[in-house]
């Protein structure tokens, strides 16, 4: 049997040569097709190869009556319905790796662009003017490059800054101080970052925590002279932020691939000659866009023959039978992990999920896969799914265990993670209670009933009374309303915690008020 791969989108030769080298596998080229001649060449289709241009609708996909994979060339998947794809069973693959020699080689482009103002001499001599003492440098050599984000992109660019001879200096969520030094940089948090580095690169996705990560209070922490780097996402750094600490002369240049809104027109830090700027060229490389149709075209054939895929993006379906007893537990796994890695700042070592009760006859699988996805996604944003989450946890160092038990402490279920760093042990549990739906029930060792959805104000105090009115008095304050509260405590006058959901987002400077208070231990704001 040969399988019939549909290819509507153009793709490097090498991708294809791929494909030709199987002898069970027959593909066809058909771009520039309509609508409704899609619809007629996809009924036959075993895979469909894509990247940008073709639009992989709901209803395309309910045509297909063979499709068992779509591959996507590249790294987004806007254009494909995931939805769709699970619940037909068809897995969905990307290629999110083959961009990432480009990326980091772009970033030292730009840094030493940046280092030796060699677009602004290049623009000067076009212009027939010859001016070397305007157009003076500086060395890279015994530099700090700060990094922020040091993942497959921030550690190639750390690698290829040691060659360059400078001192790299590293910050990420899953970064320890025994990693770094593995590595041969230093770690130091994002404050220590920002303070010594004499060049700043980013490489974190854009999400809730990371925009406008560089604001105001950010460069003014930063050394003067600083200059700064993004081919990472734009909405990272706040750029009329940036702007200004260039007119005072804090930020001596920026070098910028991506900005907060593209394309742009009249954007006013290109006005600067202290900004080197380029439309979005990460990727553009003819390597890199070769590797993404090799790595697509691969994970495809391997899922045809048998195999395991690489870049999955949806999860792979499950016997229906097994789906509908545990799909249930998925949105409660999910936000449990979630809600714990608000708990801590330290480096995440170790993950224990304990299942109790009917849990611990069932497949679990899934549910642990939920579980990791939900610690990871505040830190990695979209890029984590329920089936990768586990390989880039264990990319990261984190060790995974499961454990079942029958004791479930008066519950039918009960589903515990718990979360090991080098400095403590944080843990929650959480249940689903007949006609009520997922509930956290305990968060270290206090009990607690919380529905694991909305704005969540968790706080440590000491009991004592006047502790509760003066906190409400602070949170009316600001205008936050209290939706629920309850407290529990470990014994009279000691450690108590309070939950609270309140109707909208503590900002920072709130939160920190909060922890002002002289009875108050920590505070952590929960968006769920």
């Known amino acids: ?12 030769k090498e991708g294809i040569q791929v494909l030709e080298q199987q002898e069970n596998l027959q593909y066809e080229f058909a771009t520039d097709l309509s609508s409704d001649e899609l619809l007629t060449k996809i009924e036959t289709a075993d895979a469909l190869l894509v990247r940008s241009q073709t639009q992989v609708t709901r209803q395309l996909i309910e045509s297909a009556g063979n499709l068992k994979i779509i591959g996507r060339a590249g790294v987004g998947v806007d254009n494909i319905d995931i939805n769709a794809a699970t619940e037909r069973g068809i897995i969905v693959v990307n290629a999110p790796n083959g961009n990432t020699n480009s990326a980091a080689e772009h970033t030292m482009a730009m840094l030493m662009a940046l280092s030796r103002k060699i677009p602004q001499a290049h623009y000067s001599l076009k212009n027939q003017q010859w001016d070397r003492k305007k157009y003076v440098g500086v060395e ?16 190639e660019v750390a690698y290829r800054a040691k060659g360059q001879r400078m001192n790299v200096m590293a910050y990420d969520p899953f970064l320890t101080p025994e ?4 590595l041969g940089i230093d770690y130091g948090t994002v404050k220590e970052v920002l303070n010594k580095a004499d060049f700043i690169t980013i490489h974190t996705p854009l999400l809730k925590e990371t925009k406008h990560l560089l604001n105001e209070e950010a460069f003014r922490q930063m050394k003067p002279g600083v200059q700064i780097i993004n081919c990472a996402r734009g909405g990272i750094i706040d750029e009329e932020a940036l702007y200004q600490a260039i007119l005072e002369g804090k930020v001596a240049g920026a070098a910028l691939d991506v900005l907060e809104e593209e394309p742009f027109h009249h954007h006013k830090l290109l006005n600067l000659p202290e900004v080197v700027a380029t439309p979005h060229l990460g990727a553009s490389t003819v390597e890199a866009q070769e590797n993404v149709a090799v790595d ?32 249930p537990y998925f949105h409660l796994a999910e936000k449990l992990g979630s809600f714990l890695i608000h708990l801590t700042q330290d480096v995440i070592e170790e993950v224990n999920i304990y299942y109790s009760g009917e849990l611990a006859g069932v497949e679990t699988a899934p549910i642990t896969r939920n579980t990791v996805k939900g610690l990871l996604t505040r830190h990695l944003g ?10 880039l946890a264990e990319k990261r160092g984190i060790h995974i265990h499961e454990n079942r038990t029958t004791t479930t402490k008066g519950f039918t279920n009960l589903l515990t993670v718990e979360i090991v760093t080098n400095t403590e042990k944080r843990s929650v549990a959480g249940t689903l209670l007949n ?24 706080i440590r105090h000491q009991d004592k009374p006047g502790v509760i009115g003066k906190m409400g008095s602070l949170l009316a304050q600001f205008n936050i309303n209290i939706a629920t509260m309850q407290v529990d405590r470990a014994q009279v006058g000691g450690d108590a915690v309070m939950m ?3 109707d909208k987002h ?15 231990h920590q505070a952590n704001a929960i968006d769920l």
Not at 3 to 11: A, E, M, R
Not at 140 to 155: E, P, Q, S
Not at 506 to 520: C, G, N, S, T, V
Request: proline fraction near 4%; charge should be negative.
């Open 179 to 182: 990693k770094a030094d593995h």
């Open 435 to 458: 006609g009520l739906g997922a509930r956290i029930v305990q968060v270290d060792h206090y009990s607690v009933d919380v529905t694991p959805k909305g704005h969540i104000l968790m």
């Open 506 to 520: 503590l900002e920072a400077k709130e939160l920190e008020a909060l922890k002002q208070l002289e009875e108050i």
């Open 140 to 155: 890279l050599k015994n530099k700090t490059l700060g990094i922020i984000g040091l993942g497959r992109i921030g550690a």
């Open 382 to 391: 979209d890029h984590v799914n329920d089936v990768n989450a586990l390989y």
């Open 1 to 12: 049997m040969a399988f019939h791969v549909l290819i509507t989108d153009p793709l490097s």
């Open 500 to 502: 609270l959901t309140v």
């Open 296 to 327: 697509v075209c691969q994970d495809v054939i391997w899922f045809l023959t048998g195999g395991v895929v690489q870049n999955p993006v949806n999860l792979p379906s499950l016997p229906k039978e097994v789906l509908r007893r545990i799909e």
